[in-house]
T-cell receptor, first 112, second 115 residues
């Protein structure tokens, strides 16, 4: 069983739609949860970071963690064409500073 | 302020040849990481430097890969001899001493094609 599972998509939505991206993980020892966004031919950039169950909001983005279900989500409200990118979930153990475990990434396309 | 820079952006070599990838982290970042994404797979951790010391090299696939960070500034990743399965995108990232926010700053990657 993979440590992190993420549906690679692709996912295509109309502009203004609410987007839901999800990952599941297998090890309850993971403590830190991140969402990275990667534009084509660029490196990943951090969007959201959380270490507790619950919701964290930043503008149009909401990250949700459910540790009991080992499930993390990223919601994008009022999606824009500029949101078109690959979204990667990443997790890590508490004692592992930079050893991030990435999902495969979900490719999102927002059509005008 | 300059971000993480990687060179070359793309390298095409033949099986058995040697390639050296270079990464310049953000100035002042003691932590430097190498990751790799092979086609169709996830981005995978290779190793982590703190200054010039290897903190964690658990992700290095085999002894054909050699990473160095002499002087604690830029880093190189050498693949010798290269094999077909080494093809992929090699990402370098850096972070401040205690990245509690989990933020690693990634470069744009070096794409390696082994023919």
């Amino acid at each position: 069983q993979k440590e992190v599972e993420q549906d690679p998509g692709p996912l295509s939505v109309p502009e203004g739609a609410i987007v839901s991206l999800n990952c599941t993980y297998s090890n309850s020892a993971f403590q830190y949860f991140m969402w990275y966004r990667q534009y084509s031919r660029k490196g990943p950039e951090l969007l959201m970071y959380t270490y507790s169950s619950g919701n964290k909001e930043d503008g149009r983005f909401t990250a949700q963690v459910d540790k009991s279900s080992k499930y993390i989500s990223l919601f994008i409200r009022d999606s824009q064409p500029s949101d078109s990118a690959t979204y990667l979930c990443a997790i890590r153990h508490g004692g592992s500073q930079g050893n991030l475990i990435f999902g495969k990434g979900t490719k999102l396309s927002v059509k005008p | 302020e300059a971000g993480v820079t990687q060179f070359p952006s793309h390298s095409v070599i033949e099986k058995g040849q040697t390639v050296t990838l270079r990464c310049d982290p953000i100035s002042g970042h003691d932590n430097l990481y190498w990751y790799r994404r092979v086609m169709g797979k996830e981005i995978k951790f290779l190793l982590h430097f703190v200054k010039e010391s290897k903190q964690d090299e658990s992700g290095m696939p085999n002894n054909r890969f050699l990473a160095e960070r002499t002087g604690g500034t830029y880093s190189t990743l050498k693949v010798q001899p290269a094999e077909l399965e080494d093809s992929g995108v090699y990402f370098c990232a850096s972070s401040q001493e205690s990245p509690n926010t989990g933020e690693l700053f990634f470069g744009e990657g070096s794409r390696l094609t082994v023919l």
